[in-house]
């Protein structure tokens, strides 16, 4: 997927003109990217437009026009999005009350290379770039930004396949699966093999 290019955003008085028309497309967006996993845990499949918006309302909210935050946000958002042959999603842990999340994420370390995406006989594992030198292995963090990679082989299966696609979590503490929907599932398939 191509990654954002400064001359794709907005300035900040500009877009503040036309921020509710971008805001209704991103929500209709995310109602099919969104994936409930459970009471406790949710997932996005990032796009161009999820992150572009991001970027945005970043500036938006922060009143940004210096170029060098705009540079370093393009920097890190567009780490969201995903290489060649790759799918991104947003796993969000979401635990209101506070001290029942810290406890829980303690027993999930290493959950961003828990997340697999499972259809026919195929399983593709999660993992997040640049996470490695820096886990702490008493405590892991509420959201994770992570990248499911496929082989071409399995690109074709994916794009070819007609039954269920399958979301799940198989760490070692804490399993969960969901069934994507088919509309999400179409998605994903159209995004991989463009």
Known sequence: MNKIAKNELLP????????EKFLQ??????????????????????????????????????????EEYIDEML???????????????TLFIEIPNQNELRAFNKTIVGIEDS????????VITSYEPGEQEEEDESYTQSVH??????????RKAFSEYEGEVVLAIA???YQSTAVLSEELAASL??????
């Open 12 to 19: 900040y008085k500009e877009y503040i003109q036309v921020h």
């Open 171 to 173: 760490h070692e503490n």
């Open 75 to 89: 920097e890190v958002y567009n780490d969201l999005l995903p290489e060649d042959n790759e799918l991104s999603m």
């Open 25 to 66: 497309r991103v929500i209709q967006e995310k109602k099919v990217r969104r994936v409930s996993l459970n009471e406790r845990m949710s997932g996005l499949f990032e796009t161009r437009l999820s992150v572009w918006f991001q970027i945005q309302e970043m500036i938006r909210a922060e009143q940004i026009e210096r």
């Open 115 to 122: 997340v697999q995406l499972r259809f026919g006989e195929h």
């Open 189 to 194: 398939k159209k995004e991989i093999v463009s």
């Open 145 to 154: 930004y992570v990248r499911l990679p496929f082989t071409p082989e399995q």
